[in-house]
């Protein structure tokens, strides 16, 4: 028998081990099933004779706090499946929450007093960039907000956009929003592994 060539032994995909297949079940199930399931509360989907809090929400902020609801939610199912068996919470398991809920809010905090969401109607899109929380009040943008001061004066070039709000701000502001992005996500990550484990440890006890 001819034996198979090399590119087809680098195709071959590693399987995940067993623990950690059944952890990205896990994380999946508490974050897209959840955001999936919860699409008609989040007013994600309409439904006749019901009206969504999202509703109460300025246009503009709904893409923000549509994300964020789900994220929210994700880590409340989280603590629901961990009360159903144990009504105690170990330190481990209240640092990774607390862990999770305090890089949620900081993300929340950086993403909307630091970052500029223009609306290009053209295109039906928004483009968002790292301002920073401050705004120089100079030419060629007095007297304007960030928004308007990138969309009519400055232009979406980010070096533009760099060099007039500050180089440094807006690296900082670039570089907290991604520590906060990763803190969040392996915070989360860490809590739902935790409860992998104590589910697997009941199970086999």
Excluded at 34 to 42: E, I, Q, T, W
Aim: proline fraction near 7%; glycine fraction near 6%.
């Amino acid at each position: 028998m001819p034996e198979p060539s090399q590119n087809s032994e680098l195709t071959v995909k590693p399987r995940l081990p067993h623990l950690a297949s059944d952890w990205l079940r896990y994380l999946l199930g508490f974050s897209v099933s959840v955001g999936v399931g919860l699409a008609p509360y989040l007013g994600l989907v309409g439904v006749p004779l019901f009206t969504p809090l999202l509703s109460l929400i300025p246009q503009t902020l709904q893409q923000i706090a549509i994300p964020i609801s789900i994220a929210s939610m994700g880590i409340v199912a989280v603590f629901v499946q961990w009360k159903k068996r144990d009504s105690s919470s170990p330190v481990e398991f209240r640092r990774a929450a607390s862990a999770a809920i305090f890089t949620l809010v900081l993300f929340i905090t950086i993403e909307v007093m630091a970052v500029a969401h223009i609306e290009v109607p053209a295109v039906g899109q928004t483009v968002s960039f790292a301002v920073g929380f401050s705004s120089p009040q100079r030419p060629p943008c007095e007297n304007r907000s960030r928004e308007s001061c990138i969309a009519d004066r400055l232009g979406f070039d980010q070096t533009v956009i760099d060099s007039y709000f500050g180089d440094t701000q807006t690296s900082l502001t670039r570089l907290a929003l991604v520590l906060a992005y990763i803190g969040f996500m392996s915070s989360f990550g860490w809590m739902v592994g935790l409860l992998l484990l104590r589910d697997r440890q009941r199970t086999s006890a």
